[in-house]
Structures are given as structure tokens and as C-alpha cells.
């Protein structure tokens, strides 16, 4: 009974480490220079997944990709020339994050002034809203004559 309830909180915990699709046949020798493709691997977005690094993935293409990465670092390049190759092999779209450019500038800048925009018209709409409020409070001469004769009317008792 000890065994199978030791099995199964292994196999829970097993199911709880992040899955990584890198293979043991990709990984280099060298412990900084896997390091460093790993981190870069993080960065890339699989081209088949669109929404994973090409380090999660288990796509054949991205699988492709996390081998040219560690080509590249194998063979020399810096981090930022590993990425610019990439990037003029694939275009912009293989970033996870993309680069503050001229051509990126509306993909960064939009969601903050979306933001902004959304928060200012939500303090505009509660401005108008507590100044109608109190404009809707006053009562006319007439409104306040007639208030006042119905509470100075007698209300018949309803005594048996």
C-alpha cells in the first residue's frame, strides 16, 4: 500500500515540473553555452505554435530552430547576432518580445494610450454622472408646494 501511494505522489510531482521540449541530443557540452541557448530559446517564438518559445515547443520547426541556435553560438555569435540572423531569416514576427522600432512603435505605444484614453473617459463619465445627480436634487417652487400640501394633508386614521 506504502508503494502505491509513494507512486503516485511521485507521479503527481512529476506532472507539476514545467515540461521542456528540448531533447537530450540538443543539449551541448558546454554548461554557459547551453545556458545561453536556452535563454535565447525563450526569447524565439515557435513559428508553428505562435504563442510558445521555441523552448517549450515540440513542434519539428522549433526543434530546428533551438539546433541553429546552438549552431550559431557553437560557431562564434553573440546573443545579438544570433537574434539579428534569426530575425533576418524570419522577419520581426520570430521575437516573443518585439524590438522598440519605428515599425513596432504602434504595437508599443497603443495599449498604454488605450489605457490612459479608457481611464480618462471613465473619469469623465463619473463626472457628469455626480454633476447630473445634483442637478436632479433641487426641487421646482411648485414641486415643493405641492410636497408640502400633501404632507400637511391629514391622512385618515383607520380606527375601528
Known amino acids: 500500500m506504502k508503494r502505491v501511494v509513494l507512486a503516485a505522489c511521485l507521479v503527481a510531482l512529476m506532472g507539476l515540473s ?23 530559446s525563450r526569447e524565439l517564438r515557435c513559428m508553428v505554435c505562435q504563442n510558445q518559445s521555441i523552448d517549450d515547443s515540440e513542434a519539428p520547426l522549433a526543434r530546428d530552430l533551438r539546433l541553429l541556435v546552438r549552431e550559431r553560438i557553437a560557431a562564434g555569435d553573440s546573443d545579438s547576432q544570433v537574434i539579428d540572423f534569426l530575425v533576418a531569416r524570419y522577419g520581426e514576427f520570430v521575437l516573443l518580445r518585439p524590438r522598440f522600432e519605428r515599425q513596432t512603435l504602434l504595437l508599443w505605444l497603443v495599449p498604454p494610450l488605450l489605457l490612459v484614453g479608457g481611464g480618462l473617459a471613465l473619469w469623465v463619465y463619473t463626472r457628469r454622472r455626480v454633476k447630473d445627480g445634483e442637478a436632479g436634487k433641487a426641487l421646482t417652487a411648485q414641486e415643493q408646494a405641492r410636497l408640502a400640501a400633501l404632507l400637511s394633508a391629514e391622512t385618515p386614521s383607520k380606527e375601528p
Open 18 to 40: 514545467p515540461a521542456r521540449a528540448v531533447l537530450p541530443d540538443e543539449v551541448m557540452a558546454d554548461p554557459a553555452k547551453e545556458a545561453r541557448a536556452r535563454l535565447l
